[in-house]
């Protein structure tokens, strides 16, 4: 299976997730923003990190990037196209998934493990997983996820919420919710559900030695769906 | 301008150094060459008042790969890995303006850590405040945290431990020590020295601005209550450039292109030009209409003196010129060929083809002043006899809850939280432990760091603070199961000027080279701070010592938190009941003479290195140091971060009760053991001669401190966690 990365000036999970696919067997590619043509890819993986500083809105510079324009072509044809944190942004930013991510709620960076839960399987991320409540690792500032009435009807009609903030037991309270996103939303897909926007880092969960394993699960079923 | 005197003296320089400038050169020095003196010659820049003191401390040791005098320390790790580090402080700026002070503090250090061709792999902190009650501590803890997380975050490198007290004596001069690790190949490294003849300078990085001119002088005077006119003399911070910077150079340093390599922090293309040419005894020569300016008409007087961040100034292979500026040009930076390396031993400036600027360097390196300050030797004071009745009224849950909800004490998540610790995937033991610990990327091996200090020991006897501290960075390294290797120690201070604030200082460096010769823990990089100072009123002494060990085996980590119920707690170290400079006597009895614990280097080896041995042949489960607050506050964060409780035993001692339980006596662990582990366990420490008792057994929920004291973890834990956030918001 082949995965590309893309590195984008500012970006630093980049070798994080190149670590984390190549582990779980995927023949990954590391992809220079400036690029215009993306590699063959099965996945391609917007990591997290600071593009462009975020001195713009976060994401807004790098959905600008050369490279987008392939990323977003790869994904309106039904390639799979995950963001990771300040690769979310950058998805909302490019317009591939809806809504918008303000500053955390009470104006904070927050790294620390969350607990979230899947709300829909029938999909190439999430298909099979025997497991619904997963403990996750964010690392933010602005991943306060937001939308309008009309927008949150629409995407919870298509059931395109990926994952809420709930606490270990699977429940999505307001106490669960670090940065006060709308409904405990920490990721959606678009209305095909190839291309997966969340905030919590799975590359940062791979090893027993980390804060937690959850994130070989998602990686090893992921690989496993795309097969 | 004409220069005098007294335009001297507004620079910070004293009427003898102008004197001494002028007798040097035999002619009066231009405004930019003062400027240049003025740069050179200050506190922060010259080491005049400690370079005598500084000699005496401990440098060398089989893993040392670099000592002090480089941009950082440097220490081998085996397998052909080295690990750059060193701590160093931004503390003026910081309280001028937290966010920008303590941002461009922690990119300066990363700087200082990649210009060796290391990729930083850690950051921690030491940070200091005054008093809660104060009103401006809330919001300089809060700008300094932004500040901090705000560089470190999103320059990608985990922030994995730090250190955060609060004292008055940082009312009006708060702290900010940053400490940056990174990874590189022993044969990989890049030095400052320059070497040979007619070699391109290149500036690289940011352009500069009017941002930070005379920094470094402020750095180097007390305050007073013009302070806010100062703002301007803080930097301005951009960590995407950084980020850009640090992959721009390490591509470059994959290749042969680079002599030497420089980074443009205090007192900017002033020293880092200087201190290369300096280093490789050759002259420079510069054309300052050739460097990027971020702004207009900027005279060579402001270009020379700039502190904008994010710049480097290398010294290339002739012929390489195109190649590195592919790879700058690729990371969107400037690059600008500025000047060459000369045989004249003088840096010539040039400005619109005239030469403006021409000072040999030796006249200011080697022949910048240096002191022999006068100080005052501190005297060992009288311990206090605490007298019975005092303790009678006391209850010893009031007492645990009020010393684990003290600001000093209590749990700092609400700072860490707010630094990624995580990024690069090999952070595996997180802040709040007794050293974070990363793995050193597809090895098993594993680098633990540590940052300490212990203000009010140092103040209350310099030299035992000063080994104190050195210990206490040796025992939290141990604990997670690290073999010590070296540190590096930022020496935060009031003014030279003052003999009491000079004796501390000599007194701290003799106690800190004591005990790094003793412990075989050398010092391998640092910073002075002197002047933390507002008008009359200096801060405690503050040396922060930041550790370095390595775990050969990182499955072999220890932490802190209980494991298993039923399993043994035991104590290694003696406890003799020394209260004197306690936490608890200073906040429960209201005690704040005396001496600090007395620190026996002995024990602390002996100690150390069976416990060390301990991990080694996996005989324990959990491990914490005992400090700040005494054997019931340890005994507290380990019952919180397992969330265990733990039945103790009833003290064998014949000390009271109080004495026994919140003593700060040197050299002591608390150890989890299985109970078929004892009789090993004992056997080595019977055999290493080490002092050891049994203290208690982990049990659920609670902890039961006598027949008639229980209190369950839940309360503990909020008594812990609830302070700093209930401050905050």
Sequence with gaps: MKSSVI????????????????????????????????????????????????????????????????????????????????????????????GVLLRNKYLEFICKNVFVKINNKDNPYFKNLNKEVFELHIAHNEGNYFCTRDQLKEIEDNNQIA??????????????????????????????????????????????????????IFFKNLINNIK | ???????????????????????????????????????????????????????????????????????????????????????????????????????????????DVFTMGARPIANLNSIHFGSPQNKKTKNLLRGVVHGIGGYGNCMGVPTIGGQTSFDSSYNGNILVNAMTLGLVKK??????????????????????????????????????????????????????????????????????????IQDMGAAGLTSSSIEMASKGNLGIEINLNKVPCRETKMTPYEIMLSESQERMLIVLENGKEDLAKKIFDKWNL???VIGKTTNSKNIELFFNEKQIANIPINILVEKSPMYDRKWKKSKLPKKNRFKKNIFSNLKIKDVLKKIISNPNICSKEWIWQQYDHTVMGDTIQKP?????????????????????????????????????????????????????????NCLNFGSPENEDNMGEFVECVEGISEASKYLNFPVVSGNVSFYNQTKEMGIKPTPSIGGVGLIKNYKKMMTMDFKDIDNLVLIIGKTEGHLDQSLFARIILDEKNGPPPEVNLFNE?????????????????????????????????????????????????????????????????????????????????????????????IIKNDMIIDEKTKVTIDELKSYNTNWLRNFMN
């Excluded at chain 2, 540590?450 to 104190?468: E, F, M, N, R």
């Design chain 2, 334 to 336: 400037d690059f600008a």
């Design chain 2, 605 to 697: 080896k002996n100690n150390g290195i069976s416990l060390l041995d301990l991990i080694e042949k996996d005989l324990i489960k959990s491990a914490h140091d005992i400090s700040l607050g005494g054997i019931l506050t340890a005994l507290t964060k380990m019952c919180i971060k397992g969330n265990k409780g733990i039945k103790l035993n009833k003290p064998k001692n014949l000390i009271n009760g109080f004495s026994y339980f919140f003593a700060e006596d040197q050299g002591r662990y608390i150890i989890e053991i299985e109970p078929k582990k004892l009789k090993e366990v004992n056997k080595i420490l019977d055999k290493n001669s080490v002092h050891h008792e049994e203290i208690g057994v």
């Design chain 2, 432 to 488: 709040g432990g007794d050293s974070g610990v990363i793995r050193v990327h597809g090895t098993d091996k594993a680098v633990a760091a540590t940052v300490d200090s212990s203000a009010v020991y140092c103040w209350a006897h310099p030299l035992t603070g000063g080994k104190q501290v050195v210990a206490e960075s040796w025992r939290n390294l141990i604990s997670v199961g690290a073999t010590p290797i070296a540190i590096t």
């Design chain 2, 187 to 260: 044969n990989k490294i890049f030095y400052s020295k320059a070497a040979g003849l007619n070699k391109p300078v290149i500036y690289v990085g940011s352009k500069t601005g009017r941002d930070g001119i005379h920094g470094a002088s402020m750095a180097s005077a007390n305050f007073d209550e013009k302070i806010e006119e100062k703002k301007p003399t803080v930097q301005v911070g951009d960590p995407f450039t950084e980020k850009l910077l640090l992959e721009a150079c390490l591509e470059l340093m994959s290749g042969d292109s680079i002599i030497a």
């Design chain 2, 1 to 111: 301008m004409l220069v005098n005197e007294k335009v001297a003296i507004e620079h910070g320089l004293k009427a003898e150094e102008y004197r001494k400038i002028c007798d040097l050169l035999k002619r009066v020095p231009n405004i930019t060459e003062l400027g240049i003196f003025s740069a050179m010659w200050n506190e922060h820049c010259s080491y005049k008042s400690s370079r005598l003191h500084l000699k005496k401390l401990h440098t060398k040791g089989k893993k040392v790969i670099q000592g002090p005098g480089e941009n950082a320390g440097v220490i081998d790790i085996e397998d052909g890995d080295a690990i750059v580090f060193k701590i160093e402080s931004h503390n003026h700026p910081s309280f001028i303006e937290p966010y920008q002070g303590a941002a461009t503090g922690v990119g300066g250090i990363m700087r």
């Design chain 1, 163 to 216: 994952i809420y903030y709930c606490n270990d037991n699977g429940e999505t309270k307001e106490i669960s919710n670090p940065n006060g996103s709308i409904n405990n939303i920490a990721g959606i897909f678009n209305k095909e559900k190839n291309v997966l926007g969340m905030m919590p880092h799975p590359e940062r969960m791979i090893d027993q030695s980390l804060s937690g394993e959850d994130g070989s």
């Design chain 1, 7 to 98: 590195t984008f000036p500012g970006s630093n999970c980049d070798r994080d997730m190149d670590v984390a696919l190549k582990k779980f067997g995927f023949n990954n590619k590391m992809v220079w923003h400036d690029d215009i043509e993306l590699p063959k890819s099965d996945l391609v993986v917007l990591p997290g990190g600071f593009s462009y500083g975020d001195y713009l809105r976060c994401g807004s510079m790098a959905s600008k990037s050369k490279i987008m324009q392939s990323v977003i072509n790869f994904a309106k044809s039904g390639g799979l196209v995950m963001g990771i944190c300040n690769g979310f942004q950058i998805l909302v930013e490019s317009g591939l998934v809806p």
